[in-house]
């Protein structure tokens, strides 16, 4: 996947993160980040690489995530891939 699809699709995800307050809570305490890094993090691949990477912590964000931005769940993947450090070996 060509890295500006890529980044398109993660600004889909990025979205639906952001629609859902509990979740979005989790991920900016797990992650570390502001509202405001959310907003500079639009236009940074490696922050949403980073989204990518939370959101494939859990099959059932994957799924609402696919569902959401009509995807097959493995799409979200092939865009993490697409992404700064999606090259890297998967270990899991």
Partial sequence: MKQELAETSAIRALAWLATDDELLGV???SSGASPDDLHRG???PAFLASVLDFILMDDAWVMDCAIALGMKPEQI???RQGLPGGDLPHWT
């Fill in 27 to 29: 991920f900016l305490g």
């Fill in 77 to 79: 993947w092939e865009v």
């Fill in 42 to 44: 639009v236009a940074d």
